[in-house]
């Protein structure tokens, strides 16, 4: 089992520019998540989804777009990047609610310039 | 509202030291869990306990234990005879049932606690 990955591991990108991010869980989890972790800050939560077809936002929702069409995979797309969104991003994934046990991916890191 | 403090930015501690990492936590509902995550300097996060809010046991994993006291709302992290390995960032996080407005299941992470253990 490759548990959660995702791609890519680096990117850097100019204002502007748009991308998206894959996130991909061979565990059968119902819940996947996408979060940004910055110095200092922790990790905040972007969106989140709790089944496939769905999707809802989290703490800091604005500027990202996700998409979960299979249960497998959780898209975060960053249609006009801004340096503010230089970030490290993790995907992570559970069985369900409660109890509740986070699996995450080995993370992001996207510059943009 | 719901809110995981970790006052300790950074710690630093000599091999072989024990060391005590605080978790203070805020929230209106009753039942909830918390959970310690180990982000090593690779960079991926380790999950390493879960705790629900019924349950105020003390727990005993090798080197780690875990304190969990509802009266303080505190569930603080022990590490005996800290090791080099230990060097990491050390997260605290809260998830509710929702039963007060706040989303189900969503973990509110703390802002983490850099530990340092020299040799």
């Known amino acids: 089992n490759a548990g959660v990955t995702q791609t890519p591991k680096f990117r850097v990108l100019k204002t502007g520019q748009s991308m998206t991010l894959l996130c991909a869980q061979d565990m059968n989890h119902e819940y996947m998540y996408w979060y940004r972790q910055d110095p200092g800050m922790g990790l905040r939560l972007i969106h989140y989804s709790v089944g496939e077809g769905t999707t809802a936002k989290g703490e800091v929702p604005d500027g990202y777009n996700v998409s979960r069409l299979k249960k497998q995979n959780f898209l975060l797309g960053l249609e006009s990047a801004a340096p503010s969104q230089t970030s490290v991003y993790f995907c992570?994934?559970?069985?369900?609610?409660?109890?509740?046990?986070?699996?995450f991916g080995p993370g992001t890191r996207l510059t943009v310039t | 509202a719901q809110k995981v403090t970790q006052a300790q930015t950074e710690i630093s501690v000599v091999e072989k030291e024990d060391v005590t990492l605080d978790c203070v936590y805020e929230?209106?509902?009753?039942?909830?869990?918390l959970f310690w995550y180990k982000q090593p300097p690779s960079g991926e996060l380790v999950f390493l306990i879960r705790r629900n809010s019924f349950d105020e046991q003390n727990e005993i994993s090798g080197r780690y234990s875990w304190n969990f006291q509802k009266s303080t709302s505190s569930f603080n992290f022990t590490i005996t005879a800290s090791q080099v390995v230990d060097s990491a960032v050390y997260f605290c996080?809260?998830?509710?049932?929702?039963?007060?407005?706040?989303?189900?299941?969503?973990?509110?992470f703390g802002k983490g606690t850099k530990l340092s253990v020299k040799p």
């Open positions: 996080a809260l998830s509710e049932a929702g039963n007060y407005g706040g989303s189900q299941g969503n973990l509110i």
């Open positions: 992570a994934s559970s069985y369900g609610t409660l109890p509740l046990e986070q699996y």
């Open positions: 929230t209106r509902d009753t039942t909830y869990y």
